[in-house]
Nanobody, 130 residues
């Protein structure tokens, strides 16, 4: 199981950094995807980082604002979020896939609901508001 943390309240234009950690297992084998789900909306893919070569992919709505990275020594994957918008408000989750991020289209992460990802844990709430 993965645990996402680091959420909170941010103002529009602000920043937050989310962390994804695993207890009892190592993440370095896995591609890690970040997803989010806003009230009344379907879950969507936000970003993904592969384990093979660290290639990153992003959802079109967050490109240029969010950065995914991993620190295998700390067994943690991060999602740095800048220029936050009210529409970024959601519960954010991380999940695993074997080694590579799929599906992708060019540099875009297009996993749909993420049904091919696993080890979902509790998410962390991000609220962007004045």
């Amino acid at each position: 199981q993965l645990q996402a943390s680091g959420g909170g309240l941010a103002q529009p234009g602000g920043s937050l950094r989310l962390s994804c950690a695993a207890s009892g297992s190592t993440l370095d084998y896995y591609a890690i995807g970040w997803f989010r789900q806003a009230p009344g909306k379907e879950r969507e893919g936000v970003a993904c980082i592969s384990s093979t070569d660290g290639t990153t992919y992003y959802g079109d709505s967050v490109k240029g604002r969010f950065t995914i990275s991993r620190d295998n020594a700390k067994n943690t994957v991060y999602l740095q979020m800048h220029s936050l918008k009210p529409e970024d408000t959601a519960v954010y989750y991380c999940a695993t896939h074997d080694r590579i991020c799929v599906p992708t289209y060019g540099s875009s992460f297009v996993p749909g609901l993420g049904s091919n990802f696993g080890s979902w844990g509790q998410g962390t709430q991000v609220t962007v508001s004045n």
